[in-house]
């Protein structure tokens, strides 16, 4: 389990206050949420999980809570994991990374034939 990734996290950009929150995952299991809220109160969010299928870790993502979408992982490293579904619409790639003490995700994938890509790094909330 990428438990380097644990914690609550936060940043502002543009306006848009993100949060991503990730549990431990002592048990094989993370569990996880991601909050966007805009200047103008409107808010979008995702429930999330990283765990075990067949031994391999997958990180499965429900947009709006709708059903989940499966990203096994591709690449593995001491602080850095990458996450791939070639047959998802958009993305088809999510990395996670730590950069010091801030948490970064990136999406990558094609939309209409052209690669498109969206990155972020969080910093810790206090606690």
Known sequence: MPSWMAGGWASDHDGVRMEEHW????????????????????????FL???????????LA?????????????????TR????????DFPQRIIY????????ARTE????SKAVSEEWCWRRMAP
């Open 81 to 88: 994991i990458v996450f791939e579904n070639p047959d998802h």
């Open 49 to 59: 999980r990283i765990e075990r299928h067949d031994g391999k870790l997958v990180y």
């Open 23 to 46: 549990t431990q995952g002592d048990s094989g299991l993370m569990v996880g949420m991601h909050q966007d809220l805009t200047p103008d109160g409107k808010s979008s969010f995702e």
């Open 97 to 104: 990374w730590r950069d010091g003490a801030r948490l970064c």
């Open 109 to 112: 994938g094609t939309i209409k």
């Open 62 to 78: 429900m947009p709006h809570a709708r059903p989940e979408t499966p990203f096994p992982a591709k690449s593995v490293e001491a």
